[in-house]
């Protein structure tokens, strides 16, 4: 299996990807938000690039549907939830159709779409995403670090590092050099991924901001089976094999 | 000082650039060949994209011009010299102009220039050039990898780390994320440099190919203290301050 890792959503173009499996990874907040809303028995979820497309599908599906996500890691004007995994409960969101956009994830996940069917992934659910792969796919994996706004963040690039370390048990994996590097940068800090990423800008906008809960959150591992896969225009859910 | 790393060539635009010192380094092996050229006392070098723009060149220069470089690692019909440092011999090249094009690397450096004069740097005068941007940049350096066919090389990254390592011991130096990756694999790689790029791809290629000489060359580090800078379509050397 060849694995390669593309920095930044911005760089997750049609030819790059061509021939591999999308894999796309926003730790911090959006794609560790739709796996505990899975969680918490959303019926599907639809990645929309604006709060307008997100208004104008609300006002077409009418019933059952809930807008989320953020804008400057805040609750965009007019939503239900803003982008913190804490406020996906069931009594929010269960059976019903979530309409998302955030500023890097959402986007990510629709460029990668260019590709075909789209593997969502964070810590909370990597192990469950790298066995699925391993299962799955034949040929060559791209995990999508979709940083923020067109720059690589730690946070996802440690998310990558990890599934790749898990590949690796399984696979004779042929990494590209990027891929090389997320994987040795997973090796050195993954007995404290916390203080690895404490330098990292994206980490500590969020902390500033009051968000020490949710990053906490975010970098539980291994906590979920579900692999949400978007195809089609929407996210659902695919039950890892037991 | 701020310093942000650009994982290849295909990358270094001038909306990234902007405002920041370009570093370009392609360590396999345009831009250590250029500091060698410096060495044996090549007077100047025009970088330019293709075979056709450097016989331009040689028509309208007539004297003192050499040809240098190459397509898929080899010497390009009709030049007189290939991408090998050990080619660039003081007999070969005093006093003269070598017109020069690569795949990678002096493409890099044209890119690099949108956002001004671009300093040449690869691990033969990375201190020199560490030093000199000590000296001189007040704000921003961008480390530009030159890379492979678009793609990040580990070589041009652990070069990048090492010059990183050198500002921070001068300077309280703010570093984007891919910056501290970087640096980081630099400081898990730099007991053996050439075991960590063992399983990079260019360099499996250039060894495939027989060039075990010129990856042992292209490994020394700080043996020059030229720091070739590209200004106005020309590069020539700037002599590091003592």
Redesign the interface.
Known sequence: MKINVI?SAK?ADKDILRGSVPVVIDVLRATTVMITAFENGVRNIIPVLSPEEAFEIKNRLKHDVILGGERDAEIIPGFDLDNSPYSYTVEMIKDKTLVMTTTNGTSAIRAASSAGDVFIAAFLNARAVAEELNNEVKDEVSLVCSGTNG????ED?LCAGYIIDILKMYHDVE????A???H??YL??KADVHEAVS????YRVLKDKGFEEDLEFCFRMDESSIIPVFSEGVITKKQAKP
Chains 1, 2 share one sequence.
Do not use: R, V
């Open positions: 920095s760089y720059n690589y963040t730690l690039g990494l590209t050099d990027f090389h590097l997320i040795s940068f050195t800090s330098k990292a800008k994206h």
